[in-house]
């Protein structure tokens, strides 16, 4: 089946510096790349995603790269602030819309 | 516009009882899920159904049943509860068409004893 990793597991970050997360994953019939963070007691909220003929997209503070040939993509967020802390998942999808999930990544932004 | 929505918020129960979670979608989708979210793990598949009248089987489906009531409504059925069915449980909904993002609800936090 589909194995999807995400590094690192944990991170902590002073506010207004940088954080980036990798997502590798194995299946190459995924063709939509998101990112979802989750709160603390919520539901995961879509904050950005690419799609497989895209190399980069960038949403204010929030960036998305894609690597197809290498099968990883990665979040990265600028500038950080206080709200960003939250849980972080990665979640690689096929054509038909079935999502696998990486593990999370707790992001601790300390002011 | 509520998005999507579940009942109950949070649920005990005894080893043997059973129970159904309820989820409702406002969005039109045609497509919705139920994850289960265990410490430590990222969400994992229980069931979907791609359009109404239809379900299938995901990652994890053993001791569930669902039911695709209408285009609306996706309900999750415990028919004996486990103590390995604690978890945090979220339904989920998409479209369908040009756009893959799913569309998450806030949860549902259930105990087995």
């Known amino acids: 089946g589909e194995n999807v990793e995400q590094h690192p597991s944990t991170l902590s970050v002073q506010e207004g510096d940088s954080a980036v997360i990798k997502c590798t994953y194995s299946?190459?019939?995924?063709?939509?790349f998101p990112w979802y963070k989750q709160e603390l007691g919520k539901g995961p909220q879509l904050i950005i995603d690419i799609r497989s003929n895209v190399g980069e997209k960038k949403d204010q503070r929030i960036a998305v790269t894609l690597n197809k040939t290498a099968k990883h993509f990665s979040l990265h967020i600028t500038e950080t602030q206080p709200e960003d802390s939250a849980v972080y998942f990665c979640?690689?999808?096929?054509?038909?819309?079935?999502?696998?999930f990486g593990a999370g990544t707790q992001v601790v932004v300390t002011p | 516009n509520a998005g999507v929505t579940q009942t109950p918020k949070f649920q005990v129960l005894k080893t043997g009882q059973s129970m159904t979670l309820q989820c409702a979608q406002d969005m039109n989708h045609n497509s919705m899920y139920w994850y289960r979210q265990d410490p430590g793990m990222g969400l994992r598949l229980i069931y979907y159904?791609?359009?109404?009248?239809?379900?299938d089987k995901g990652e994890v489906p053993n001791g569930y049943n669902v039911s695709r009531l209408n285009k609306r409504e996706f309900s999750l059925r415990l028919e004996s509860a486990a103590p390995s069915q604690t978890s945090v449980y979220f339904c989920?909904?998409?479209?369908?068409?040009?756009?893959?993002?799913?569309?998450f609800g806030p949860g549902t936090r259930l105990t087995v004893l």
């Open positions: 159904s791609a359009s109404e009248g239809t379900t």
């Open positions: 989920a909904s998409r479209s369908g068409g040009g756009t893959d993002t799913q569309y």
């Open positions: 299946d190459s019939a995924s063709n939509y």
């Open positions: 979640a690689p999808t096929d054509s038909w819309g079935k999502l696998q």
